[in-house]
């Protein structure tokens, strides 16, 4: 009955008034912006008219969008008493009828509201029916067309890009929210892919931004107990550097250098004369998405391995390098053809490995040291029953018990001779 009595709220009851307030908003956020940063640069005539045309649209839909989620959790939760079980679903039902609010408004808006969504559906402060209604953003993609994409590389790289480039593929091989990937051969045949990002988004920026944090400062006034404003500042922060390519390949060269001696981990080459704050000129790699089981199965490697890979980089990552990937999503973890070896046993290691604990379990002290030899342990073999099975390798006892007192005293001789060496 709430919910229906708010949805006629705001079919009935928009006058003329709420459409001047909407239209206001944009020019009132550029304001805004223009009064704290007094010496930003300053664009045509014609261009900061397009940009307010186009921010009032995209604002009025914000300005829609959020009154009707506090008027739906202002008039749903009125009167119910925090602690009783109703006030605990009818917050969930708000949550979730607000949380589709902002999902239809990011896939309108688009560019920067699905970065924006992303941000949030990521957040561990927000309740799960927010996160989990907007998680469908991270699968957003924007193409743009290749014209529009070619004009930020000119204005990038230069204005002849045929001195750069052989060829330039103008068909993406990846979109997101703020950027697309195109591959492109060099002059001396080095593949290279090209993340360009997309044209007028930092102008759509600045507006969008002024505009949420106009309208969550409004907000706050209106009802002190709504402040959204501290998201707006986070997600300002993050976004600037986002969209900082040359802070990306700063970072991606840092991972570089801590996983250089890695062979299981490759992250590509920087090309960084071709590199700007727009353009992300980087070596192009061979592989699949690292959650395409069926392709890695078929490429005869067990997705275990894979995972063990994964985790102990992101472990070293987090215990050692103190450096971390910060944006782990499939798309940006491949598994290539060309490591194939790092991840498969070839079948001479797997027939010894199988002797081994063959020889292990049946106490074969001449088996074991030979196969031993296979894997260069040496003299050290004779420790490996002790480690595998519990016993040592010239033990009497039977498979499942303990060592007799003679096998302890005699192994701690042993191994006071040991040296760490």
Excluded at 87 to 97: G, K, T
Excluded at 98 to 126: D, M, T
Excluded at 153 to 160: A, C, P
Excluded at 319 to 337: A, K, R, T, W, Y
Aim: hydrophobic share 40%; proline share 3%.
């Amino acid at each position: 009955m709430r919910s229906t009595v708010v949805s006629k709220f705001f079919k009935k009851k928009r006058p003329s008034l709420y459409l001047f307030i909407i239209s206001g908003t944009a020019a009132t956020a550029l304001t805004y912006y223009n009064t704290l940063n007094p010496n930003l640069h300053r664009h045509s005539f014609f261009h900061d008219i397009t940009t307010s045309l186009n921010g009032v649209v995209r604002s009025s839909r914000s300005l829609y969008a959020i009154t009707a989620n506090v008027v739906d959790y202002k008039y749903s939760l009125q009167g119910l008493s925090k602690d009783s079980d109703q006030y605990a679903q009818i917050l969930s039902e708000v949550h979730l009828r607000s949380a589709k609010r902002i999902l239809k408004l990011c896939e309108v808006n688009r560019g920067f509201y699905i970065k924006a969504g992303q941000f949030l559906a990521s957040a561990r402060q927000v309740p799960k029916e927010y996160s989990s209604t907007l998680a469908s953003l991270q699968d957003q993609a924007v193409p743009c067309s290749f014209e529009a994409i070619k004009e930020v590389l000119i204005s990038n790289l230069g204005s002849d890009l045929n001195e750069i480039f052989l060829s330039i593929d103008e068909h993406p091989i990846a979109a997101a929210s703020i950027a697309q990937v195109h591959r492109a051969l060099l002059k001396d045949q080095q593949e290279v892919v090209l993340k360009v990002q997309y044209p007028g988004l930092k102008d759509r920026m600045r507006v969008d931004i002024a505009t949420m944090s106009f309208l969550a400062k409004s907000l706050t006034w209106f009802f002190p107990e709504y402040r959204f404003h501290w998201m707006v500042s986070e997600f300002s922060k993050v976004i600037a550097l986002e969209l900082d390519f040359l802070q990306e390949a700063r970072n991606s060269v840092t991972t570089a250098v801590n996983f250089k001696h890695n062979n299981r981990i490759r992250v590509p080459t920087v090309f960084q004369e071709l590199t700007t704050s727009q353009v992300l000129t980087m070596e192009y790699c061979r592989g699949r998405r690292v959650d395409d089981l069926d392709y890695i199965r078929e490429m005869g490697v067990d997705p275990r391995k894979v995972a063990k890979v994964l985790v102990e980089a992101f472990a070293e990552m987090v215990f050692v390098h103190g450096f971390v990937h910060g944006d782990p999503h499939p798309g940006n973890i491949l598994v290539s053809l060309d490591e194939k070896q790092g991840f498969c046993l070839d079948e001479d290691f797997r027939v010894n490995y199988c002797q081994l604990w063959k020889a292990l379990v049946l106490l074969d002290s001449y088996k074991i040291q030979q196969v031993a030899q296979q894997f260069g342990i040496g003299k050290y073999a004779k420790y490996l029953s002790l480690i595998f099975t519990g016993r040592t390798i010239n033990s009497k006892s039977a498979f499942g018990d303990g060592m007799s007192v003679e096998e302890k005293t005699n192994l701690k001789q042993e191994v006071k001779s040991l040296s760490m060496g």
